[in-house]
Antibody, heavy 123, light 107 residues
Framework: EVQLVESGGGLVQPGGSLRLSCATS????????MNWVRQAPGKGLEWISF????????FYADSVEGRFTISRDDAKNSLYLQMNSLSAGDTAVYYC????????????????WGQGSLVTVSS | SSELTQDPAVSVALGQTVRITCQGD??????ASWYQQKPGQAPVVVIY???NRPSGIPDRFSGSSSGNTASLTITGAQAEDEADYYC??????????FGGGTKLTVL
């Protein structure tokens, strides 16, 4: 059974840092690209970062570029998100999501999601 | 970055058909996927690659695409289909993007 479990969320002060982890099981982690998606309270889904299976391709949403860093450790079957210079606008539930493609690069989609980790940025 | 536009809210009578649309320039080149999210739960993919359903998704869910518009159709909507629906695709720079979401109410 495929499982993704986020951890590391919590309360952090503005300007602070936090590192999220996503522990995976039930599949060969090194074969898959992964993403982080967040959802502010009462708001919609926002894609924030992608890392390819090899780790050689990394992308960020403009809203987090330069502040967040995605990484992966295939030996530990884990995905990470280092978040720096946090502000109230980063308050959200953060999901990790496995990505697969259908028909090549024209149809990527997220087939498995974790349950999310809440990050609250407040003084 | 590219954007995907969805109607904020749509309603449908129980048992009737509803179409939820998603517009964006990237959809001329890349297929949309669709996600259902119920309160307090993680999203679940219901359609990918224009009109493919993962196992376990009822066949009343279908997808289509034309030009810059992708559509999710629910034929014979059920009470349990009441949820938020999001489209997602990639843009030319390979970044992924979500639509703003559509809240579906089943009357």
């Amino acid at each position: 059974e495929v499982q993704l479990v986020e951890s590391g969320g919590g309360l952090v002060q503005p300007g602070g840092s936090l590192r999220l982890s996503c522990a995976t099981s039930g599949f060969t982690f090194s074969d898959y690209s992964m993403n982080w998606v967040r959802q502010a309270p009462g708001k919609g889904l926002e894609w924030i970062s992608f890392i390819s299976a090899s780790g050689g391709s990394i992308f960020y949403a403009d809203s987090v570029e330069g502040r967040f860093t995605i990484s992966r450790d295939d030996a530990k079957n884990s995905l990470y998100l280092q978040m720096n210079s946090l502000s109230a606008g980063d308050t959200a539930v953060y999901y990790c999501a496995r990505e697969v493609t259908f028909g090549g690069i024209v149809a990527p989609y997220f087939d498995y999601w974790g349950q999310g980790s809440l990050v609250t940025v407040s003084s | 970055s590219s954007e995907l536009t969805q109607d904020p809210a749509v309603s449908v009578a129980l048992g009737q058909t509803v179409r939820i649309t998603c517009q964006g320039d990237s959809l001329r080149s890349y297929y949309a996927s669709w996600y259902q999210q119920k309160p307090g739960q993680a999203p679940v993919v219901v359609i990918y690659g224009r009109d493919n359903r993962p196992s376990g998704i009822p066949d009343r869910f279908s997808g289509s695409s034309s030009g810059n518009t992708a559509s999710l159709t629910i034929t014979g909507a059920q009470a349990e289909d009441e949820a938020d629906y999001y489209c997602n695709s990639r843009d030319r720079s390979a970044k992924r993007v979500f639509g703003g979401g559509t809240k579906l109410t089943v009357l």
